[in-house]
């Protein structure tokens, strides 16, 4: 494990073509947008170890440990409270269909288990599931966080209690970003449109949507299309493309960070019942240059709050609310792989506008809080560190 510490100012940069991880998504860059207004802050930026392709992490609530998944199976949790850097290792976790943007996923906690004590926790984990021949989708189970020595947890009773329905091809745009809401009593799942497109529009499936689940899985009572049954019972919204942040602001309401195809990234208010376009139009074009009709042209269609074109790229996103950076409470953060920067996202009420942006060496795959207020920060792909961002 490294260590090293350094600090350096940080600075809103101009912007970059963009696409995401090009390989395995296909997103490729697009063509003009506005640059946010300079910006300097002050960063001590602290690396503490290496992972190998880190896809999404969480604070154990009421802990100072960091469970951490890795794309091909296995997760680690980090103690970042430790004089020394101290990992733990995880057993238990789910077989995983890895390749592509596939693997292991999302991890979410539930706020209220949050005893200072860890020895049990409920836990929920995403990931890339096979199925017959040559498909595969997402899926999300939920099980128990046991850990009864020093260091070593295991996930156990892991049961699947979600999946995209139906199964495809591909290896793309699985999304699967997790989201407690602020009561406690509901999970949302993004579900990624797999780069079928059309699904999106279609109701009687789940892809391309955000789903509203109780915790067990089960659709909650009182989502839109609850009537129709099925899987149109978990719908919350439809509409949506690759939705790689999932994540509620102080006032208790839901945003998703979207994936454009060549343009059109996307930062989203959902809304129950509500329409977002794909394919139907989008501020980006088709792979091929074809047009495809703006948001604008359409107002059955709900448009986004914020849109990049070039596209940045977004791994995930943070809604600040520490004390460490005054300036960045109430604000979203967005860890971005294309640019190799954090997007700093303001608000006026729902309207929103991304007001500056700080360079970082590498691709950026997920930002939270620390207890402490502290950001963390993984970077992306093979020896990924671990950095944290103080004042």
């Not at 947890?153 to 999946?163: F, H, K, M, Q, S």
């Not at 299309?225 to 602001?249: K, M, T």
């Amino acid at each position: 494990m490294t260590y090293l510490k350094s600090a350096f100012a940080l600075s809103a940069a101009s912007l970059f073509l963009a696409s995401c991880n090009a390989a395995a998504s296909g997103d490729r860059e697009a063509t003009s947008t506005p640059s946010p207004a300079a910006a300097e802050q002050d960063f001590t930026v602290t690396a503490i170890g290496t992972y190998e392709e880190p896809w999404a992490a969480a604070f154990i609530p009421g802990t100072p440990l960091l469970f951490i998944t890795q794309k091909a199976g296995t997760a680690r949790i980090f103690d970042t409270a430790a004089d020394t850097p101290r990992l733990i290792t995880v057993s238990g976790l789910p077989d995983v269909d890895y390749g592509g943007q596939g693997g292991l996923g999302d991890v979410a906690f539930l706020p209220s288990e949050s005893a200072p004590r860890l020895d049990t926790r409920t836990i929920y984990l995403s990931w890339a599931e096979a199925g017959p021949g040559d498909t595969r989708g997402a899926a999300v189970g939920k099980g128990t966080l046991r850990c009864w020595v020093a260091d070593e947890c295991a996930v156990e009773d892991l049961e699947v209690i979600w999946r995209q329905d139906p199964k495809v091809t591909g290896r793309g745009h699985y999304s699967h970003r997790l989201a407690i809401s602020p009561d406690g009593q509901y999970l949302f799942v993004a579900s990624g449109e797999r780069q079928k497109k059309d699904p999106a529009q279609d109701t009687s499936n789940n892809l391309g949507s955000i789903v509203r689940l109780n915790l067990d899985g089960t659709p909650a009572a009182g989502n839109p299309l609850a009537s129709e049954g099925g899987v149109s019972a978990q719908l919350w919204s439809w509409g949506h493309r690759n939705i790689l942040g999932l994540e509620f602001d102080s006032q208790g309401r839901l945003w998703d960070l979207e994936h454009g195809p060549k343009g059109g990234d996307e930062l989203n208010l959902v809304e129950p019942g509500t329409n977002y376009g794909w394919p139907i139009v989008s501020n980006g074009v088709n792979y091929d240059g074809s047009p495809i009709p703006d948001n604008d042209t359409r107002p059955e269609f709900e448009k986004p709050k914020v849109g990049w074109t070039p596209v940045i790229a977004p791994g995930s996103m943070l809604f600040y609310s520490g004390a460490m950076f005054p300036a960045w409470r109430d604000k979203l953060l967005i860890a971005n792989l294309k640019t190799k920067s954090i997007s700093e996202v303001s608000f006026d009420g729902t309207n929103a506008q991304e007001t500056a942006r700080y360079d970082f060496d590498n691709r950026l795959r997920e930002i939270v809080q620390g207890p402490d207020g502290a950001v963390y920060v993984l970077e992306d792909g093979d020896n990924a560190r671990l950095l944290k961002l103080t004042r």
